[in-house]
């Protein structure tokens, strides 16, 4: 597939531009020893994203108000929720072995799968965005084609977001009230997203 190519390079420029997704990325890298639980969550999002669209799910919810709004609000209800938990307990790094804030692998990744599963921008960006990719007239399956571009994009997301979580511990690790700072500013992002998403939607 010859779009492969320009998609990755259009993808990779879309996920390096900071949002929900790195405020949770960052929070994870200050507050855990690992993030691979946060960015696997956020990676499950990505591919029911990209499963959804692939099936022909996302036009049908694109194409009606009451259930994108419905999606909208439960999609900003929830980022809002996990900034002013943010904010009401900042992360920040700990020294020694004690510095793993309690909360299950599983319950990390499920708050990462809510945050970009159930992001609608998200929803209508791959709606909009993959089939630009994609040829009906390709010699294999043009939901094949989706899978496949939605894969790519997972990955970029794997490689940026594990990045700007790792990078987040190391660089702010020695510094606890700056980490505290970038944790909260990370918990307002998130409230910022969720109001404006809800806003545009009801306005």
Known sequence: MA???AFWAVSFLLV?????????????GL??????????GLLGGYVVLTAVVAAGLATAVAGSPTVLTVLTAAGAAYLVWLGVTTLAHPAAPRAGDGDEVTGSWM???VRGLGISGLNPKALLLFLALLP???????????????????????ANCAVVYTGVGTT??????????????????SGAAMILVGALLLAERLV
């Open 3 to 5: 779009g492969v190519g």
């Open 16 to 28: 390096l531009v900071p949002g929900a997704d790195w405020a949770y990325a960052i929070t994870a």
């Open 31 to 40: 507050r855990h020893r690992t993030v691979l639980p946060a960015i696997g």
């Open 107 to 109: 319950g990390r990744a």
């Open 132 to 154: 630009q990719f994609a040829a009906r007239d390709a010699d294999w399956p043009f939901a094949a084609q989706i899978v496949a571009l939605g894969l790519v994009h997972t």
């Open 168 to 185: 987040a511990r190391r660089v702010l690790g020695a510094r606890p009230a700056v980490a505290t700072a970038v944790s909260r500013l």
